[in-house]
């Protein structure tokens, strides 16, 4: 089973530059999220998506855009990346109702510089 | 600021027990997680309890919750080496498509021989 899919695994960007990370899962879950992890920090909620066609800010959602395509895919887009932007990105997705269980992608590194 | 609290390392030699600490402080919360990081990989979830429970045992693992000190521990009996990694403690208020988890710093485990 593939689970959440993200895509890229690393990226290295120059300030000002603009990209998009891809999230993708086949479990057929409502809600899905964008996290940042940086060290100290643990994980962060930058945007979530409670089913399709609906967004919601998290914590930090200064500087970041989302788009939920479709009940699968959930995608975070920088427009102009900062070096304050340099983390590992966690998609993540949850079926509604049961434990709550969150289900992680393996990470998206990027590097602004 | 996060709502959940954890230490941020713990020490272990290999065969003793380990105990990791959290403190949260929505009294509200449904389902409380425990979830591990190996390096280079996403969060999967260890073990979970509801929030009526006091105590949840899975093999090695005991989790304990006193609610009215909102404290939150996980127990590893037997560590071993595999056990390096960091573990995240988490809460949740509704299980319903707009709950959102809320992470804590993560405690980072080094298992030393």
């Known amino acids: 089973n593939a689970g959440v899919t993200q895509t890229p695994k690393f990226q290295v960007l120059k300030t000002g530059q603009s990209m998009t990370l891809q999230c993708a899962q086949d479990?057929?879950?409502?809600?899905m999220y964008w996290y940042r992890q940086d060290p100290g920090m643990g994980l962060r909620l930058i945007y979530y998506?409670?089913?399709?066609?609906?967004?919601d800010k998290g914590e930090v959602p200064n500087g970041y855009n989302v788009s939920r395509l479709n009940k699968r895919e959930f995608s975070l887009r920088l427009e102009s990346a900062a070096p304050s932007q340099t983390s590992v990105y966690f998609c993540?997705?949850?079926?509604?109702?049961?434990?709550?269980?969150?289900?992680f992608g393996e990470g998206s590194r990027l590097t602004v510089l | 600021g996060e709502d959940v609290e954890q230490s941020l390392f713990l020490s272990v030699r290999e065969g003793d027990s380990s105990v990791i600490n959290c403190t949260y402080t929505?009294?509200?919360?449904?389902?409380l997680y425990w979830y591990k990081q190996e390096p280079g990989a996403g969060l999967q979830l260890l073990t979970y309890?509801?929030?009526?429970?006091d105590m949840k045992q899975d093999q090695r693992l005991t989790v304990l919750l006193n609610k009215k000190d909102k404290h939150l521990s996980l127990r590893i009996a037997d560590t071993q080496t595999g056990d390096s990694a960091i573990y995240f403690c988490?809460?949740?208020?509704?299980?319903?498509?707009?709950?959102?988890?809320?992470f804590g710093a993560g405690t980072q485990v080094v298992v030393t021989p």
């Open positions: 993540a997705s949850r079926a509604t109702g049961g434990t709550g269980e969150l289900f």
């Open positions: 479990m057929n879950h409502n809600s």
């Open positions: 998506s409670a089913s399709e066609g609906t967004t």
């Open positions: 929505d009294s509200s919360s449904t389902y």
């Open positions: 309890i509801f929030s009526n429970m």
């Open positions: 988490a809460e949740i208020f509704t299980t319903d498509s707009w709950g959102k988890l809320q």
